[in-house]
Nanobody, 121 residues
Framework: VQLQASGGGLVQAGGSLRLSCAAS????????AAWFRQAPGKERAFVAA????????YYSDNMKGRFTISRDNAKNTVYLQMNSLKPDDTAVYYC???????????????WGQGTLVTVSS
C-alpha cells in the first residue's frame, strides 16, 4: 500500500482544512488508518484513527470535538476534517495504515509523506 497525503496549507486561527490520504491497492478497504502529526521540535503524536469499515474511531483528547476522521473505501481515501484550528495545530500531518494494527500507537506499517499545516494567529 502506498499513501499520499494532501490538503495542507496556511490557514488562520479558527479556520478549517480537510486533509486527504489517497491509497493505492485494491485491498485498502481492509486496512485501519490513522493520522499523526509532528510539530517543529516535537515528537510525532497521534491524532486520530479509524478502523477498516469506518465504524470505529479514536481521537487524541486534544483534537476530540474539533477533528473528524472518515474514510471512503470506494475512493481508497481517508480524510481528516480539522475545524477551529489553533496555532498549536501547526505541524506536518502524516497518514498511516495497517492491515493488522489499529490503535493510537505508531505501529502502522505504511506511512505517507506528510502534508504541512500552518495555522497563523
Amino acid at each position: 500500500v502506498q499513501l499520499q497525503a494532501s490538503g495542507g496549507g496556511l490557514v488562520q486561527a479558527g479556520g478549517s482544512l480537510r486533509l486527504s490520504c489517497a491509497a493505492s491497492g485494491r485491498t485498502f478497504s481492509k486496512y485501519a488508518a490513522a493520522w499523526f502529526r509532528q510539530a517543529p521540535g516535537k515528537e510525532r503524536a497521534f491524532v486520530a484513527a479509524i478502523n477498516w469499515s469506518g465504524g470505529n474511531t479514536y481521537y487524541s483528547d486534544n483534537m476530540k470535538g474539533r477533528f473528524t476522521i472518515s474514510r471512503d473505501n470506494a475512493k481508497n481515501t481517508v480524510y481528516l476534517q480539522m475545524n477551529s484550528l489553533k496555532p498549536d495545530d501547526t505541524a506536518v500531518y502524516y497518514c498511516a495504515a495497517d492491515l493488522y494494527y489499529y490503535g493510537i500507537g505508531d505501529r502502522y506499517g505504511y506511512w505517507g509523506q506528510g502534508t504541512l499545516v500552518t495555522v497563523s494567529s
